[in-house]
């Protein structure tokens, strides 16, 4: 079986597939509890919605008269990350203010971090850590965080940003 042994919990779209095998006219596919299978039952190639559950993706080949020994393959689950607390910094600013300052407190286990700024703006210093520097432009929106464990998003923190025009 092909496909990822490491997956994001609640991750969409993972596919598994095998070889087409001589014979087989179906093939009975099974997942970790909580997991779905959303397309592709039957065949030689699936996708799968997971849950919070690791265990074995495994199928076995069908012919009209018996069913295969089934192959398995294990997958892990990595748990997402907890959201963010509030950020700190300014929530109201001048246009084409640089330098701003934006902080969260540390998430547990969270490998990563990534800010989104306003359209217009950008993440001066600090991407990737709890802390960044913004460089505004002339649009209001939100600053906001997520955090990561080895690739796996969870829920982002926000806060709006109101930018005033320069006389």
Same mark, same amino acid.
């Given at each position: 079986?092909?496909?990822?042994? !490491? ?30 299978? !959303?397309?592709?039952d039957g065949t030689n190639e699936i996708t799968v919605l997971f849950g919070s559950t690791a265990g074995n993706v495994s199928v076995s080949a069908v012919n009209g008269c #018996? ?25 109201? *600013? ?28 950008? *993440?001066?210093?600090?991407?990737? #850590? ?14 906001? *965080? ?14 709006? *940003? #109101? ?5």
């Amino acid at each position: 079986i092909t496909g990822n042994i !490491t997956v994001c919990e609640s991750a969409e779209g993972e596919i598994y597939s095998i070889s087409p095998v001589t014979g087989a006219i179906a093939y009975e596919w099974s997942v970790p509890s909580g997991a779905t299978i !959303t397309d592709g039952d039957g065949t030689n190639e699936i996708t799968v919605l997971f849950g919070s559950t690791a265990g074995n993706v495994s199928v076995s080949a069908v012919n009209g008269c #018996t069913t295969g020994t089934a192959r398995d393959l294990a997958v892990a689950i990595t748990d997402l990350p907890d959201q963010p607390g509030a950020i700190t910094g300014d929530t109201a *600013v001048c246009a084409s203010d640089t330098g701003i300052a934006y902080s969260i407190a540390a998430v547990p286990n969270a490998t990563g971090y990534t800010w989104t700024v306003p359209s217009g703006a950008i *993440v001066a210093s600090g991407q990737g #850590t709890t802390a960044i520097t913004v460089d505004f432009g002339a649009t209001s929106g939100n600053v906001s *965080v997520v955090a990561d464990t080895n690739g796996c998003a969870g829920l982002a923190a926000s806060t709006a *940003v #109101t930018v005033t025009s320069i006389p």
